[in-house]
């Protein structure tokens, strides 16, 4: 089990604490996921990053191997959790990036987590809409956010829009952003820009649902 690396924000007073897991095919510290931590711990929320066993493994040996098993998946993050919850007070969130955000969606009420947030959910697979993965979001009682590019090919607002999704599951939409959050051009704005935007949308989740 790899341990796990904690960012600390800068503010002076600590919201929440979010234990944030990679999506399939790049690690805890991409650049994508250096970026949000940084974005989060400018709005005073502390990330807890890890690694599947696949990933870790691939960073000892160099080695590419696709992600493990989802029973392998939740059993590992279940491992994470039970870590990360020894070593931390207050609000306790789970959450990731894409396949590592999916895991988490499938623990949330399970862990008892204060909040579930999930940054480019795979919805389904690209070009396969019919293969849905929204099951458990359809009676999630954690209260949760997925933030979502309008356009990620792993779900478009046409699609999501006609999915029964719990009440306590909250979209928030950036506009021409795809799966890692990369706009067009022409709207103005760069990546940067709309990872600021989705980290001041997980703390306008923390103050409006989890008070």
């Not at 897991?21 to 974005?39: C, K, R, T």
């Not at 499938?106 to 993965?133: I, N, Q, S, W």
């Amino acid at each position: 089990m790899s341990h796990l690396i904690i960012n600390t924000s800068t503010r002076s007073s600590r919201r929440a604490t979010l234990l944030l897991a990679h999506g399939a095919g790049a690690p805890m510290d991409s650049a994508f996921m250096q970026q949000m931590v940084m974005a989060l711990n400018s709005c005073g929320v502390d990330v807890a990053r890890f690694e599947f066993p696949y990933m870790h493994s691939r960073r000892l040996s160099g080695k590419r191997s696709p992600p493990n098993p989802m029973p392998r998946l939740l059993e590992s993050f279940r491992e994470q959790w039970r870590e990360f919850q020894a070593g931390h007070t207050g609000p306790l969130l789970i959450g990731g990036k894409s396949m590592g955000g999916r895991v988490a969606s499938m623990l949330a009420d399970e862990l008892g987590a204060a909040g579930l947030v999930c940054f480019g959910y795979p919805f389904h697979p690209p070009g396969k809409p019919e293969k849905t993965r929204v099951d458990h979001l359809l009676t999630l009682v954690t209260p949760a956010l997925i933030v979502q590019g309008t356009r990620d090919p792993f779900g478009k607002p046409p699609q999501v829009s006609g999915y029964a999704l719990a009440p306590t599951v909250a979209l928030h939409w950036l506009d021409t952003a795809d799966h890692d959050f990369q706009p067009l051009k022409k709207s103005g704005n760069d990546q940067s820009v709309m990872i600021g935007q989705a980290a001041s949308a997980v703390l306008e989740f923390l103050e409006n649902r989890l008070r």
